[in-house]
């Protein structure tokens, strides 16, 4: 572990260009990388925060397919929208490239070759999967089939995403290919492998001992594992016109792996940002004094604790990351996020809806992040953290301070009085809590650390309201001063210590406080982190600050309203796109339909049948009589909920016995998109059990 770096290079997973973002990818990955980036630069570190497009992955081309376009097309578009979306949201990032990049497959040609000459693969000539109908191999996600471990059977050839579980092409049961639907066949192809297997004791005590007190559980738990199954090499290369080709005879035809060629996108990325720069890039990648840190999903895991820190082992001339903190997943009103399934919040939408809003979005989802296990986002809890926590207590006390200080001092910081115990108590604790959100973050505890930030808002607006200074004016305008000074002070503190989860809030901030202002009258270069715990006075007394300005807007039930049914009409569009429509059953001519006698009738009895799951006795009144109908139906409908129902029964069907019961007739259902049983049944008034449907 790295306690005094000289450096840090810090990594945010490089989104595939098939889609844009969604708050999944920003609570997992971006927002906690860019609050650990904003808060060393506070600190004076020497940071690079990269990232960039992964622009050579099988969805890409399956895009590209469905859509009739290139993959190029596909990349531009969305590395266009995926590059505005992460700047609108602050995330500051210090380069984001592209895989794409003329110095990413340089970079990574040359990783590869460097490897391959110094034996670090193994070659061999495998049996893969291959259509005959579109005349190629399929690559891992152009395979669908049912996963050996779970059961799911819409796992892909690289992965299964209903269990996590890793998986080769091969494994899958049933495979069929996603490109014709057809059968595919075992094809021999050769092909280059990392050797895991060689390299597992090494992992063992790298990771296993060497991490196991500072990484995260959920993290080493996936690697433990992992490693506990036992490694298998993997291939680095595949047949794909799409990607870095392998630079090496005999493999025309042929292109890198992603999962090889992405996380070098980092170094690529590096190597871009240096040269713009005017820096030399090698230390951030080969000095044992920089301390590099990954910032993933948990389905990413695999690769940056166990294949990409075996690479940069074979490799030889690389450090190893520090620390890979990995979150789980965010859920959405209590379903995943799905981009193929439009289920999610889209960045570029939410920020049509909640113009100006961005850190209402990075607050919620920081207080509510997939830290250690999956938790759920939804529209109600986003109004309340906004309205209860950033309008009522950290809005609420900046505009209380402001307000009071423009209306008693024109705005100009007062000069204090003599401390009460309280206002000692008061500066104390707000002198703590520098080095109390620091520990958070760098322990990439964020959700702590910015909960630590309300507290000192929360510290604010107590102080306010215990000290009441709007009645005080009236009888002790002195004590006053000191009041508004201490307070002044908070909201200076809050105004910086903001900076890493609410970057454009901290900005607006200042601007009120004019804090710039206040740093030059103090003849400082910048109002550090660090300083608010040792400065006698953040905010000093003769400083003019300016007029106030509200720093958050309640969010009405309206607005949350309009984001529910949005979500509720993907929800219909989604069950009628997967809405299977039976075949045509064979012919029917006119006499065998007549020899049917459907009748209206009304259900008057209903109880479960003991002992079984699924079936429900009923007594119908058919305007012939009242008969048993025994229907299988108990899992959709309880009996008291359909007593009194209209429903169309089957009158002559041969009765038979059912667990004992004679059942006469048959009750007609149908079934909804979602799969829930509906009664197929008259709704206008009027019409009488016994009446017959023609």
Known sequence: MNNSPQRYTITAALPYTNGPIHIGHLAGVYVPADIYARYLRMHGQDVAFVCGSDEHGVPITIKAKKEGVSPQDIVDKYDAIIKKSFKDFGVSFDNYSRTSAEVHHDTASDFFKSMYENGKFIEETTKQLYDEKAGQFLADRFVTGTCPKCGNEEAYGDQCESCGTSLNATDLINPKSAITGAVPTLKETKHWFLPLDQYENWLKEWILEGHKADWKTNVYGQVKSWIDDGLRARAVTRDLDWGIPVPVE??????????????????????????????????????????????????????????FPTM???????????????????????????????????????????????????????????????????????QARNNNELVAIFGNFINRVVVLTNKYYDGIVPEPNVYSEVDEATIAELKAYPAVIASSIEKYRFREAQAELMNLARLGNKYLADEEPWKLIKTDEERVKTVMYVALQIASALATLSEPFLPFTSTKLKGILKITDAVEHQGEEEAQWDKIGTKKSLLPAGHQIGKAELLFSKIEDSEIEKQLKKLEATKTANAAENQKVEPQKETANFDDFTKMDLRVGTIIEAHKMPKTKKLLVLKVDTGLDKRTVVSGIAEHFKPEDIIGKKVTVLANLAPRKLRGVESEGMILMTENAEGKLVFVNPDEDGVENGTTIN
Do not use: M
């Open 250 to 307: 005999g493999a025309e035809g042929k292109v890198l792996y992603v999962w090889f060629d992405a996380p070098i996108g980092y170094i690529s990325s590096t190597k871009e940002w240096a040269a713009r720069e005017g820096k030399d890039w090698e230390p951030y990648w080969k000095d044992e004094n920089t301390k590099l840190v990954h910032f993933i999903g948990k389905d990413n895991i695999v690769f940056h604790c166990i294949i």
């Open 312 to 382: 940069l082992k074979a490799h030889g001339d690389y450090i190893l990351p520090d620390n890979v903190p990995a979150n789980e997943f965010l859920n959405l009103e209590g379903k995943k996020l799905s981009t193929s399934k439009n289920w999610a919040v889209w960045l570029h939408e939410y920020l049509e809806d909640f113009p100006n809003q961005q850190d209402v979005l990075r607050y919620a989802l920081t207080a509510n992040a997939p830290e250690t296990k999956d938790n759920d986002f939804t529209w109600k809890d986003f």
